[in-house]
């Protein structure tokens, strides 16, 4: 129970009467003690969530445990895509270009023209080549047939030969029969076995002549591959003159979108000039992870990704490979270790992350883009 003071008040001059504010006894007794009010245990309750779910949020954020390698982020990450360079195969003015930049493309649309008038008489004179071999390789066959009826006369040559040489043997049997007895003399004889031996020379020479036929015939024979391979050789040059004809057309090789057209009509171009990037419509992710950050990857995790140019936008895919190497393995001059200077660098994996379909805002993705990927090592992969 409290007591309330009564102030008076006096007339200047007048003391105060004992027991009232104004007596320095009753001013300096102290008040009656204080305590904060008794929490209820609901609010003890929520007090102790909120307090733990701080400390939760704090081990996540840290990737301390039991968080530790749950997750494993990186900003060093890209789209990449397959950017094509389109150069011409030939060699020329370039005489019209059809595209503008940025242009859409389908497979086989004209992306520029070189001027064709050199290709197309290269064709022409190919064309004359082949048919000039083919000719000669009909002649060829014309010869064959020519050699072959020459041996049909040297075989009747033979055959008179033959004939002859009976005679003359005849002849030469009555001779030895009559200059036995006396009715030819000896000079006669000698004038028939004359005939004998020159009959038996022209079967010797008449069958040596049919034997240079045959190899005339197998010479024409053999000729006639290395015309065949002639004829094959032009057909060959032919085609040649063909392709660079139609490679004075430059067409796209597949569906995509163009870059900054870097050619004009009246440019002269060569073999491997730079006339424009194809990038095709499909992108993947490519992130570079530490190496100590890979311990738990596998082919298959999901993973989500933010897109710096979709405004913070959180889409998802799955890693497809992992690189089989740290990427100063593929440095063309790679670091030199072996000296006292050593200072131990942790080495980047690159991680290829396949964009999952359905997603809308994929299709805004370009390759050199910048990401933040994050991956769920939880997940098993393949």
């Known amino acids: ?74 900003d060093n990450a890209y789209v990449r895509g397959r950017v094509t360079i389109i150069a011409p195969q030939v060699s020329g003015y370039v005489t019209s270009v059809p595209v503008q930049d940025f242009t859409e493309v389908k497979a086989g649309q004209i992306i520029a023209t070189i001027d064709d008038r050199i290709y197309r008489a290269r064709v022409a004179q190919a064309e004359a080549n082949v048919a000039a071999q083919e000719a000669a390789l009909a002649n060829s066959a014309q010869a064959q047939r020519s050699r072959e009826t020459a041996t049909l006369s040297q075989d009747a040559a033979i055959a008179n030969a033959h004939a002859q040489l009976d005679r003359a043997r005849a002849d030469m049997k009555r001779a030895d029969a009559l200059v036995a007895d006396g009715s030819i003399s000896e000079r006669e004889r000698d004038q028939t076995h004359a005939a004998l031996m020159a009959a038996e020379a022209g079967v010797r020479q008449a069958e040596a002549g049919r034997a240079i036929g045959t190899q005339d015939v197998r010479t024409v024979v053999v000729g006639r591959d290395g015309l065949r391979a002639a004829v094959e050789a032009a057909k060959a040059q032919l085609r040649l003159a063909q392709i ?15 870059s900054e057209i870097g050619v004009r009509n009246g440019a002269y171009v060569t073999p491997g000039t730079q006339l424009v990037f194809l990038v095709p419509h499909d992108a993947w992710i490519v992130a570079n992870f530490k190496e100590s950050q890979t311990r738990a990857m596998a082919v298959g995790q999901p993973a989500t990704f933010r897109v710096d140019a979709l405004g913070g936008k959180v889409l998802t895919g799955h890693v497809q490979n992992i690189s089989p190497a740290a990427g100063s393995e593929f440095a063309v ?17 690159a991680v290829r992350i396949g964009v999952d379909p359905g997603q809308a805002a994929a299709r805004r993705l370009r390759p050199g883009m910048s990401v933040e990927v994050s991956l769920d090592t939880r997940a098993m992969g393949q």
């Open 333 to 349: 001059i790679k670091a030199d270790n072996a000296t006292g200077n050593f200072v131990k660098v942790a080495q980047r994996i």
């Open 1 to 74: 129970m409290t007591e309330t003071a009564t102030i008076t008040s006096s007339p200047p001059g007048t003391a105060s009467p004992p027991g009232t504010a104004a007596d320095p006894q009753v001013a300096a007794t102290p008040p009656a003690g204080w305590s904060p009010p008794t929490k209820s245990r609901t609010t003890v309750a929520i007090i102790i969530v909120v307090a733990l779910l701080a400390i939760v949020a704090l081990l996540y954020a840290w990737r301390l445990p039991p968080f530790t390698g749950i997750t494993e982020a990186t």
């Open 244 to 258: 660079d004809l139609e490679n004075t057309v430059i067409r796209a090789p597949a569906d995509g979108q163009l």
